[in-house]
């Protein structure tokens, strides 16, 4: 498979997901592209920022009462355990299954993105005004930033 590539199909017009869908793009295509050696650190941040990134998303379903977030979430901890299994498989040398998960990893999140997200981002969008400061708040910050518990 080809490394993962951003482009404006992914785009949902809502800044701070478009922001972070980016990043995890880039850091996907450097996991699917890394030589072997570099492939458990690779694959440790894409891990880093796919704790943060689906942490925040959750933060926002929870905090607006997003109606699908139920099985948005469980996604997203499904996912987490899958890489968080790849991790400890590229730690181990098992390097091969790891670039299978990275390309299905990469299959799955342009299917999430313009699915699942996308309905997030309409949802986000709509919101009354009063909840800005929640957005402009999570949104302002770093995808590297501790996620509070």
Known sequence: MHPIEWTDALRLGYQPMDQVHHEL?????????????ALPQAWSAVLEHT???FGREDDWMRQTRFTPADGHMLQHRMVL????????????????????MADELA?????????????????????????????????G?????????
């Open 25 to 37: 793009v880039d850091l996907l295509a450097l996991a699917q592209t890394a030589p072997d050696e």
């Open 51 to 53: 704790v943060q990134h």
């Open 81 to 100: 355990n899958l890489i968080r299994e790849g991790l400890a498989m590229a730690r181990s040398k098992q390097l091969h299954p790891v670039r299978e």
């Open 107 to 139: 299959a799955w999140l342009l299917k999430h993105i313009q699915q699942h997200d996308a309905a997030l981002a309409l949802h986000l969008q709509r919101e009354p005004s009063d909840m800005a400061p929640l957005r402009a708040s999570r949104a």
């Open 141 to 149: 910050r770093p995808v590297g930033a501790a996620h509070p518990r």
